[in-house]
C-alpha cells in the first residue's frame, strides 16, 4: 500500500517529506475503514488523530521520548506507525493486537489502562524519573478536551508546571468531544480560543499598555480580568495555560501536517513544560463518521465501509431496557434526575435527556464530581441515577462511600457493562463492581437476570430512601425471560426445584444475574445424574438474604455463580453469612480468578476462566465426586 507498506518502525518517517506525509495519512485513513469495519472499534478517535499521530512520530523518537496516550482508544494510528499495520485484521480479537496500547505488544506501547484523565500524572512521574537518573529525554502526552474536565488532570498541570525545567509536552487534542460533544466550562473556553485565533497577541497588547499605566493601569486590569460574566472570559482563555507558568502554542490546525510539524518541532526544543493545543475533527475524511451527530462513529461494531451501516440487526438489549424504566419513572415521579459523565448515549440516557432536560446533567470525564453532586441533589430532596459503565464507578469509590453512603443518601447507581464485557479489554471489564459495593455499608445491590427483572429491580432501586442502591447488568442483547417458579418473602426467586432422587445429593445453585440461564442448563445435566438440584436467583445480591441460609442448610452443596473477580464476590458474602448462622453446608465459588481479563468475545473469556455452561458443570461434578468420596470415607 504505497508508503506505508514500506514502514516498519517509526525510525522510517524522518525521512519523509511532507508530501509523502500526506499521502501516508490518506493510506491510514483508507486502512482505518477496512479494518476496522471487519472488526468493530473506536473508529472516529482514530480517524480525527491521523495527522496528529504521524507529525508526533516525525518530530520526537519513541520509545526514547515516550509518547503516552490518555485512555488510548485513539492508539490505532500509533499502532500503525510502530510495526502492526499488519496486525489489524486480529484487532480486539482473542489473541489478536488490543484495542488501547498494550505493553506486551510494544515498545512503544507505555500504558495500559483506557479510563482517561491519567495520562498528565504518568507523564510527570516519567518526566520527574528521567531528570533524576540525569537523562535527556522528552516525555509527551496526548489528552483529549473531554479528558481535561477530569480533576486529576488538573492536579497533574499544578505539579508538571512546578518543574520548570522538565521537558514535558502535552498535547491537547480538541476535538470538542469526548463520547458524546464535550462538556463544562473548560470546553468553552477552548472553544473561544478556536474561534478567536488573534486575540492572544491583542490582548496581550492591551494587557502591556494598561500595566503601563502605573496603578491605575493595574487595577484596570485586575477588573477586567476578574469580571468574567461581563467580558465573557476573554482574558481567561489566553491566560488560562501561562497562569499555570506553562507556555501554551496554538491552535494549530490537527489536519495539517505543515503546522503540526511546526509546533511540534518547537515544543521538542522548548525547555520546560509546554502545551500544543491542535484543533481535530472526530471522524475526519470519512463522511459516515463525520455526519454521525452522535458520537461521530466513537465505536463502532461491524459496518459497511462504504457507508458507515451497521451489518447485524442490532437486537433488545439492557440498556435500552434501562432506558424505557428511567423514562417511565420519570414521568411519575418529578424528583428523579439524571446525571452522566460524558457518556448520555451509550448509557442509554439520550432519551431522558431529550425529555427532561432540565433534570439531566451531563458532567463530562468527571465520575468523582458526578457521584458528589449526586449527593448534593439528593441533600436537597432529589433522586439522582448515576449511570455510569461499571468499570468507571472504580474512580468515584471514595465518594459512593464517603459522600453518598455515609449520609444514607438515596442515590441510585446504574452500572452498565458489568461483568466480562469482552474485546475493550482488561481496563474495560467490569469485574470488579460487585467486590467494591458489597462492602459499603448500608448499600443494596441488585443483579436482574433478565429484561423483566431490570425494569422491575430499577423501580425498587428508586424506592430506596435510605441509603444507595445499585443495580448492575452486563453489556450485549436481552436473554429470554425466565419465570419464577415462586418468589419468597426475601425477594429471593426460585427458578427450579427437584426432588427427584430420594437417595441423591442435593445441589443449592446460586445465581447472579445473567447467569440465570446457563445455570438452568447445568441443572438439567445434573438431574439426568440423579442428583436433585434447586436453582434460585438472589435479585439482591446485597445484602444477602436470610432465606438463602435456610435454602443452604437443606443441601448438600452451595455453588454460587457470578460474574466477577470472585474474592470479595457474593459468593464470599453468602459464606461468610453461613458461617455467621453456623450453617456447614459446603459451598463453592465461580467467579472470575483475580487477574485482568484479556480483549477477547465474552463467550470466550468465560470459556477460558470454566464459566461456561462444560466448564460449570466439570466443576461442581468434581465436588460432588469429593462429597461422595468424604461420605465412603467416613
Not at 509546554?274 to 484543533?279: K, N, Q
Not at 476462566?609 to 462429597?627: C, K, M, P, R, T
Request: net charge negative.
Amino acid at each position: 500500500m504505497g508508503i506505508l507498506s514500506g514502514l516498519s518502525s517509526p525510525a522510517d518517517l524522518k525521512d519523509l517529506k511532507l508530501g509523502q506525509l500526506e499521502e501516508l495519512a490518506e493510506e491510514i485513513r483508507q486502512l482505518l475503514v477496512e479494518k476496522v469495519s471487519a472488526t468493530g472499534g473506536h473508529l472516529g478517535p482514530n480517524l480525527g488523530v491521523v495527522e496528529l499521530t504521524i507529525a508526533l512520530h516525525k518530530i520526537f523518537t519513541s520509545p526514547h521520548d515516550p509518547i503516552i496516550f490518555d485512555t488510548s482508544h485513539q492508539s490505532y494510528v500509533h499502532k500503525i506507525l510502530t510495526g502492526r499495520a499488519g496486525e489489524f485484521d486480529t484487532l480486539r480479537q482473542k489473541g489478536g493486537i488490543s484495542g488501547y496500547t498494550a505493553r506486551g505488544e510494544s515498545e512503544h506501547d507505555w500504558t495500559e489502562s483506557s479510563h482517561a484523565s491519567a495520562a498528565l500524572s504518568v507523564a510527570d512521574g516519567m518526566a520527574k524519573a528521567f531528570e533524576l537518573s540525569g537523562l535527556d529525554r522528552q516525555v509527551v502526552a496526548v489528552v483529549g478536551d473531554g479528558a481535561l474536565t477530569g480533576g486529576m488532570c488538573w492536579e497533574a498541570l499544578n505539579n508538571i508546571a512546578s518543574g520548570h525545567d522538565r521537558n514535558v509536552v502535552i498535547v491537547v487534542n480538541d476535538n470538542g468531544r469526548s463520547y458524546s460533544p464535550t462538556i463544562g466550562g473548560f470546553a468553552d473556553n477552548l472553544a473561544r480560543l478556536r474561534m478567536e485565533r488573534s486575540y492572544d497577541e491583542i490582548m496581550e497588547h492591551g494587557k502591556k499598555t494598561l500595566k503601563s499605566m502605573g496603578w491605575v493601569g493595574e487595577r484596570t486590569f485586575e477588573a477586567l480580568a476578574s469580571f468574567k460574566e461581563g467580558v465573557k472570559s476573554q482574558i481567561i482563555p489566553t491566560e488560562m495555560f501561562p497562569e499555570l507558568g506553562m507556555k501554551y502554542v496554538g491552535p494549530v490546525k490537527g489536519h495539517d501536517l505543515k503546522s503540526l510539524l511546526h509546533a511540534l518541532d518547537y515544543a521538542r526544543s522548548y525547555e520546560g513544560p509546554i502545551i500544543v493545543h491542535a484543533i481535530t475533527e472526530k471522524g475526519h475524511g470519512y463522511a459516515p463518521a463525520v455526519n454521525d451527530v452522535a458520537d461521530q462513529m466513537h465505536a463502532t461494531g461491524i459496518i459497511d465501509p462504504l457507508t458507515g451501516e451497521a451489518l447485524s440487526q442490532a437486537k433488545p438489549d439492557w440498556t435500552s431496557v434501562f432506558t424505557s424504566s428511567i423514562l417511565d419513572a420519570a414521568e411519575r415521579r418529578e424528583d428523579i434526575v439524571a446525571i452522566t459523565a460524558a457518556m448520555a448515549g451509550p448509557t442509554g440516557l439520550a432519551p431522558f435527556a431529550e425529555a427532561y432536560p432540565e433534570r439531566f446533567f451531563d458532567v463530562g470525564i468527571a465520575e468523582q464530581h458526578a457521584v458528589t453532586s449526586a449527593a448534593g441533589l439528593a441533600l436537597a430532596g432529589k433522586h439522582p441515577v448515576v449511570a455510569i459503565y461499571s468499570t468507571f464507578l472504580n474512580r468515584a469509590f471514595d465518594q459512593m462511600l464517603m459522600d453518598v453512603a455515609l449520609l444514607g443518601l438515596p442515590v441510585t447507581f446504574v452500572l452498565d457493562r458489568s461483568g466480562v464485557t469482552g474485546p475493550d479489554g482488561a481496563s474495560h471489564n467490569g469485574v470488579w463492581d460487585m467486590a467494591l459495593t458489597s462492602i459499603v455499608p448500608g448499600i443494596r445491590v441488585a443483579a436482574p437476570r433478565d429484561g423483566a427483572q431490570l425494569a422491575e429491580l430499577f423501580d425498587d432501586c428508586l424506592d430506596v430512601t435510605d441509603g444507595p442502591s445499585v443495580i448492575r447488568y452486563p453489556k450485549g442483547a436481552l436473554p429470554e425471560e425466565i419465570p419464577a417458579l415462586m418468589q419468597l418473602g426475601d425477594g429471593v426467586d426460585i427458578l427450579r426445584y427437584s426432588d427427584a432422587a430420594t437417595e441423591g445429593l442435593d445441589v443449592l445453585l446460586v445465581a447472579v444475574g445473567s447467569f440465570a440461564g446457563v445455570a438452568l442448563g447445568v441443572a438439567d445435566a445434573l438431574e439426568a445424574q440423579g442428583i436433585n438440584v434447586t436453582v434460585v436467583d438472589p435479585r439482591w445480591i446485597v445484602p444477602v438474604a436470610g432465606s438463602l441460609i435456610g435454602l443452604a442448610d437443606d443441601h448438600d452443596l452451595v455453588v454460587v455463580i457470578e460474574d466477577g473477580i470472585i474474592r470479595g464476590g457474593i459468593g464470599s458474602l453468602i459464606s461468610e453469612a453461613l458461617s455467621a448462622a453456623e450453617v456447614d453446608t459446603p459451598l463453592r465459588r465461580l467467579g472470575f480468578p483475580s487477574m485482568f481479563p484479556m480483549h477477547s468475545s465474552r463467550g470466550e473469556l468465560l470459556a477460558e476462566v470454566g464459566l461456561d455452561h462444560d466448564g460449570i458443570l466439570a466443576s461442581i461434578e468434581g465436588w460432588l465426586e469429593g462429597l461422595l468420596a468424604d461420605d465412603d470415607n467416613s
